[in-house]
Structures are given as structure tokens and as C-alpha cells.
């Protein structure tokens, strides 16, 4: 290298190293600071790990509390209402036969001249009674049965796990017609085959709990110490399996609702005395050509609206089981 190029060096480098001392200065210096860059990842790396509760009076897990009393208010307006409205459903007005939708029938009213809007809540206060009342015996027999296997050794175990399998095995529809068909149809009928049908899924999932709750030592201490089985089901089992359950009993509801509308629907199901949901969309079937679309529009989007709201509750009900869920 050239004696010209030697100054010209040294100047570029020592241009590059004041530019070096400015950008980073030496660690023993008093005014040391940390580059920009580094001192936002600093901050940024623990919002990306934990995502905060937001802030304010409805948060985290007041909100979703609020949120969940409100969904079941609204059903149990729902049902009251229905309840109150089913004498109405069946008043018989023929001068008022076939009326489109306005102020004085907001949904219209039927061939017959009956409300709309009174048969549609009634229905859904039926449609509400029969899924409450055939979800509860299912999600009863699924947690005796996850008890049993869990606990009543390798034989009852393999016993539970092949009733689970035939079960989902078999056409649900096919079976749940089947069960209802055989037992006379009528209330009877759907309700006791939707709850022979539905528990299989909760089943599983509630074995599984059952088993990590033997699995932890804090079990195996109290069945040392000579604790009955009736105790440790009571103090050990039951608290642990039962936020799993309360949510495995929300979310049979809408199941449980969309079924029995489903086989009343198609004949299988609730009597035609009955003003279900099933009932009224099977009968508007013959008017629909008609032009009467009010008969079957206004009485399956409120069917909808109750199923969402049922399952609106048990996701709601998921997230405040969870305590991951309530920090997002």
C-alpha cells in the first residue's frame, strides 16, 4: 500500500471508530445506555409471552361473569315468557288465518289463525325444558360411567370404553329415533333418548380427568391412609372433575335442543298437541309453497338464536374455568 493511501486509511478509521464510540460507548462509562433497538425488545418480550388483562371495571374475568349471567337471563326470560305465552298459542282466530308479519302478529299467524310469535315462544320454552332436563341425565350418566371406569379396575374400564365406542359407533340420529320409537315417542321418548345418546364425549373427557387426579400424589396418600372410596370421590374427585362437567353440561344443551327439534320434526318426537319448535317447522313445510314463509323463517331463527346462546354460555363458562383464558 501507497504512502498516500496510508493517511487516507487511518482517517476513515478513525472516523469509523468516533462513530462506533458515539453509537456505543464503553461499558465503564457513566453514560452507558443500551442501543434503541435492544431496549425495545427488552420491553416487548414480555407483552408477546403474557398478553395482560385489559383494564377498567368489566375485565378478565368479571366481564366474561358479566357476560355469561346475561346470556342465561336472557334464556330464562326466554323460557318464562314461552310458558306464559302457551295458552295464547292455541287461541283460534280463522278471520285472522294466513296473516303476513305486522304490528299486531310481529311473526303473523298460522292457517288456523293462531299468533306466531306466541307458538314460537312456547316452543322454545318446550324445546328449553326437554334439552335442560335430558341434558342433565346424560352428563349424569357420563360422570358414573367415567367414575366407574376410572376407578373400578382394568375389566370395568374395557367395559366403559366398548359401551363408549358402540355408542358413537351407531348413526346418533338413527339410534336417538330408534330409542324414541321404541319407547312410545312423546316427551318420554325424546327425553330418555337423548340422554342415552348424548353422554359418550363427556364420558371420555371426564375418564381422563379422573385418571390424572389418581395420578397425583396427594390421591395415593389418602388411599394409604385407609380413606373410604366414598370420601375420596367426595373431597378429591368431585371438586377436580367439576368445572369439566359444568362445562360438558352447558354445551349438551344446544345438542340436546337441535334433536329433539330434529325427531319431533320428522314425526319421531313430541305429539303435534305439543307447540315445540319441531312441530311448527314440520307443519309449515305444507305452506311454504304458498308463499307463507313467516311459518318456518321466524320459528327456526329463533331456534338458532337459542342454540348460540347455549353454546354461547358453555364457551363463556370454558373461559372462566380456565385461568389462561381470563389474562387475554
Request: with cysteine; net charge neutral.
Amino acid at each position: 500500500m501507497s504512502n498516500d493511501a496510508l493517511p487516507r486509511s487511518r482517517a476513515h478509521g478513525g472516523l469509523r471508530s468516533e462513530r462506533c464510540r458515539s453509537e456505543f460507548p464503553s461499558q465503564g462509562s457513566d453514560t452507558f445506555d443500551a442501543p434503541q433497538t435492544s431496549r425495545h425488545v427488552g420491553e416487548q418480550a414480555p407483552t408477546a409471552l403474557h398478553i395482560p388483562a385489559a383494564e377498567g371495571r368489566l375485565s378478565g374475568r368479571r366481564a366474561l361473569l358479566v357476560m355469561l349471567v346475561a346470556v342465561i337471563c336472557v334464556l330464562a326470560a326466554v323460557a318464562v315468557a314461552g310458558a306464559c305465552s302457551a295458552e295464547q298459542a292455541s287461541v283460534v282466530d280463522f278471520a285472522a288465518r294466513n296473516l303476513a308479519p305486522c304490528s299486531a302478529h310481529p311473526f303473523g299467524t298460522d292457517w288456523m289463525g293462531r299468533d306466531m310469535l306466541a307458538r314460537t315462544l312456547a316452543g322454545l320454552s318446550t324445546s328449553i325444558g326437554v334439552g335442560l332436563l335430558a341434558a342433565g341425565a346424560s352428563s349424569a350418566i357420563a360422570l358414573v360411567l367415567a367414575a366407574a371406569a376410572a376407578l373400578g379396575g382394568p375389566r370395568v374400564d374395557a367395559a366403559v370404553e366398548w359401551l363408549i365406542d358402540l355408542v358413537m359407533g351407531i348413526p346418533h340420529l338413527v339410534l336417538l329415533i330408534l330409542i324414541s320409537y321404541a319407547l312410545g315417542r312423546g316427551t318420554v321418548g325424546v327425553l330418555v333418548g337423548i340422554a342415552v345418546t348424548h353422554w359418550p364425549s363427556l364420558a371420555r373427557v371426564l375418564r381422563g380427568e379422573i385418571l390424572q387426579v389418581r395420578a397425583q400424589p396427594f390421591f395415593a396418600c389418602s388411599t394409604a391412609l385407609g380413606i373410604s372410596r366414598v370420601r375420596l370421590v367426595a373431597t378429591h374427585l368431585v371438586p377436580h372433575v367439576l368445572p369439566q362437567y359444568l362445562v360438558g353440561l352447558v354445551l349438551l344443551f344446544p345438542h340436546a335442543v337441535l334433536h329433539e327439534a330434529s325427531i319431533t320434526f320428522l314425526g319421531f318426537g313430541l305429539s303435534p298437541e305439543h307447540p315445540a319448535i319441531g312441530v311448527i317447522l314440520s307443519e309449515a313445510m305444507s305452506y311454504l309453497t304458498s308463499g307463507a314463509w313467516w311459518l318456518a323463517v321466524f320459528p327456526g331463527l329463533a331456534l338458532l338464536a337459542c342454540v348460540l346462546l347455549f353454546d354461547r354460555a358453555g364457551a363463556l363458562l370454558r373461559r372462566l374455568s380456565n385461568p389462561e383464558g381470563v389474562q387475554a
